[in-house]
Nanobody
Framework: QVQLVESGGGLVQPGGSLRLSCAASGFTFSRYTMSWYRQFQGKERELVAAISVAGGSGNYADSVAGRFTISRDNVKKTVYLQMNSLKPEDTAVYYC?????????WGQGTQVTVSS
């Protein structure tokens, strides 16, 4: 069955870094656009970053551009989100998403808390 399993979340101080991973299985990972979303408490999910099937530099929300980097490894079937210079306002549940045409899969989410 399809699975997207996020890991790497946790508690970090402002200015710190975290690297999120999302391991995929059950579908042809290399054919799917991969994205990271986040959801603040009481809010809808918002797009953080996305990367095409071919890889490359990705696209970013203005709020994270220059601080976050999305990447993918099609051999390991994993997408990453390197988060640097973290701020308290980055505190959220982070989700990975795979999509191709009408097929959309979501992970279960991982909590990121930025606090001193």
């Amino acid at each position: 069955q399809v699975q997207l399993v996020e890991s790497g979340g946790g508690l970090v101080q402002p200015g710190g870094s975290l690297r999120l991973s999302c391991a995929a299985s059950g579908f042809t990972f290399s054919r799917y656009t991969m994205s990271w979303y986040r959801q603040f408490q009481g809010k809808e999910r918002e797009l953080v970053a996305a990367i095409s099937v071919a890889g490359g530099s990705g696209n970013y929300a203005d709020s994270v551009a220059g601080r976050f980097t999305i990447s993918r490894d099609n051999v390991k079937k994993t997408v990453y989100l390197q988060m640097n210079s973290l701020k308290p306002e980055d505190t959220a549940v982070y989700y990975c998403k795979a999509d191709r045409s009408i097929m959309v899969y979501w992970g279960q989410g991982t909590q990121v808390t930025v606090s001193s």
